[in-house]
């Protein structure tokens, strides 16, 4: 399960163009296995043969516009989750992956630019409360769209599940 931290730092493992079906991530045969860790060996395999071992844990994905397109099979990200990709950093995203997804407790930002500037394997920090990407390496700094105060609150539970049961519990003491 992901946390929402303050600042994260973290590096690229992988960019992404316009309108990307999250299906891809793990091919769209394998979309109604249930299992993350059986698909471990199919994440990235038709962009990338050796993906998991290019990438490390706490990386992250960088999007373009509608990030997430297409329907909303959790099973995709849920393999993601379960190799250590810890945020999704989008110019934009299809509205039910955010709200799916938000729900999951994986932190997603919105942040104009951020395309043109972050590179594969791009060492950067984000920081959760300034709603804020930087690029150690340049000097950069990307300013991305804020939380709700509800997102914020379901993403530090852990997810919607989390946030709803600590409602309830708070409600009945």
């Not at 250590?84 to 942040?111: D, H, N, Q, R, T």
Request: hydrophobic share 40%; net charge negative; glycine share 10%.
């Amino acid at each position: 399960m992901i946390f929402l931290p303050s600042s994260h730092k973290a590096r690229v493992a992988w960019c992404f163009g316009d309108d990307f079906d999250v299906d891809q991530l793990i091919g769209v045969a394998n979309i109604k296995v249930q299992d993350e860790a059986a698909l471990t060996n199919q994440v990235m395999k038709q962009f990338e043969d050796d993906f998991l071992e290019k990438m490390g844990p706490g990386d992250i994905l960088v999007g373009g516009r509608n990030f997430g397109y297409g329907h909303p099979h959790a099973i995709s990200m849920r393999a993601m989750r379960h190799i250590g990709i810890k945020a999704v950093i989008a110019e934009s995203f299809f509205s039910s992956f955010w709200i799916g997804e938000i729900g999951y407790g994986m932190p997603l930002l919105v942040c104009p630019g951020i395309t043109a500037h972050a590179k594969r394997f791009d060492p950067v920090v984000i920081d959760f409360d300034s709603y804020t990407v930087s690029f150690p390496e340049t000097g950069l700094t990307l300013h991305c769209e804020p939380y709700t105060k509800r997102e914020k609150a379901i993403l530090r539970a852990g997810g919607l599940k989390n946030f709803l049961l600590n409602e309830r519990n708070s409600k009945i003491e």
